[in-house]
């Protein structure tokens, strides 16, 4: 590849990695995709659309859906199926946000109040449960069982997920190993089956179906590794999450089980009696930043996840050049760049 | 009928109604549908398991799988899809009773200790999605698109149902109909996919699939009409459940329904303070169960069950007699029979 040089003889500055050619690509589809959603989260009981509205309107980024899209794109789909599927995604998503947030007690979901924080838990898991419902009534409305197989069982295996985290939560000694099994099922997995749909509904070869798979599996690792990394980083604010929510929970993300593994006797008691033991006290978040910075674990655990983004890159080498492979590879780089 | 008269001349005690016929009928393909419920339960994730083996082994009655097998014996089939498929609607009932202990701050169901309260709310929540999810894999396993239409219909209507609860509760203003409404999308609607089922696996015709739909619903109707009369009724302890729950929540159900309806302006300031303000005190379920016997509004509620009884028993109207439609039919007797 050429080196650029600007008529005065400078480099120019490196243009970061956005998400810009992956919306321009999905920009119409997408368009689609909020009337869809729009259209099939009605329902005569208002509190349904009023909840489901508050969390789906106020956007979020589509990442799900547009991974649908521009994989149907990538495989040359011309048909409308995608449309569809792409909102069950998004419902999906939504679906395990409003119970994350139930379960989490999070406050805050996208910059604004969370539906848990406005309307109370109950409507929260109620309206959970009817969007993950009025999902497969869609799927089923497309018709495809090979999707409807690869949609349940993402399902099932992202509850599973949540469940585990639940159950190693509060325990810095947990493995890597254990930590990835978690946020393979609880995040990756729907990035894995979003974008394996796309090749479905084109009626690719198995081989391309299993490509797009593994993309989307690894682009979800990566993202999440980044997001938890974003948890303790100055970023974060911009995102409109609120800072150290991680560390205020106890959740053991890599950042912390690194740090642990690294760590001195009396650094290990700083973690039990923060996470395990929750017993917090001004100061502390500053103090885990601290020994994170110490031991590199922000930077190694971003290493980590550009390890991921290569595979996930890889994954997609058996696809010809197109827009919108360059879109899926752009968006990769963006995830990973989100931490600098 | 003849009228059975005893060798001394006495007329002997009529029997009650039971569901041993249906019991009986049912019993090797209970086993398989339990065998099945326990093999599909599994997950590495050693919780999902137990929590979910706490609720579905504590045994409950089975009763909608067995709408499920006894509608398609009905319809003579001879295949085994009504195994599976009766475990999805287990599954699928309980993944909602997860829920409504949470929603409902429940801490006791089936006579045992509700799985929120030995656990706690969030991995009911999360076991409670991995079962729903679970179904769907069951289902998509079987293969019918028709059954997946039938129950993710049923799946969104019965979130429905509980959020219009919800919104609804605590308004003993409520009317019968919104009442109706809300029993007909959280309970009755799934014994109606229950039982219509049973007529899809055995490939019968629309009108008959329609009939065991209606017979399911006005079944359901009348089985949720009695055990709101049984939560004010001494019979209920024999459950093993609280007595008065429904009225230390402020859920307004018909008995509360007819009670405001017929009551001076002194009782309705009752329901007011108790129902919608929840500003309860010691004796006033003593006094609530006094005005709704006043009123007779228990055994009104009674004799709603039966009229949907009778809807339900002409709904299969169009079956030939056999063992399996006898069963059922004695089953909508028992359900209104519970309350005496």
Known sequence: MG????????????????VDLLVELTKADIAKVNQHIIDNMQSPVALIPQLAGHLIAAGGKRLRPMLT?????????????????????????????????????SDLRRGRESANAVWGNKPSVLVGDFLFSRAFQLMVADGSLPVL?????????IAEGEVLQLMTANDPEATEEA????????????????????AVVAERSQKEETALDSFGMNLGIAFQLIDDVLDYSAKQAELGKNI???FVEGKVTLPIILAWRRGS?????FWVRTIENLDQKEGD????????????????TIDRAKHYGSMARDALGIFPNSDAKSALIELIEFCIHRAH
Chains 1, 2 share one sequence.
């Open 179 to 198: 930590y990835l099994e978690v946020i393979r099922s609880k995040t990756a997995k729907l990035f894995a089956a979003a974008s394996r749909i796309g």
């Open 265 to 269: 006797a009396e650094e290990r008691e």
């Open 3 to 18: 080196v650029v040089v600007n008529m005065d003889g400078s480099h120019p500055e490196k243009k970061a990695p956005s």
């Open 285 to 300: 978040l500053e103090q885990a930043i601290a020994l994170m910075e110490k031991h590199n674990t922000l930077s190694d």
């Open 244 to 246: 150290g929510d991680d």
């Open 149 to 157: 197989k690869i949609l349940s069982e993402a399902s099932a295996v």
């Open 69 to 105: 899209l521009a994989a149907a794109q990538m495989c040359q789909y011309t048909g409308s199926r995608h449309i569809g599927l792409a909102a069950c995604v998004e419902f999906i998503h939504t679906a395990t946000l409003l119970h994350d947030d139930v379960v989490d007690e």
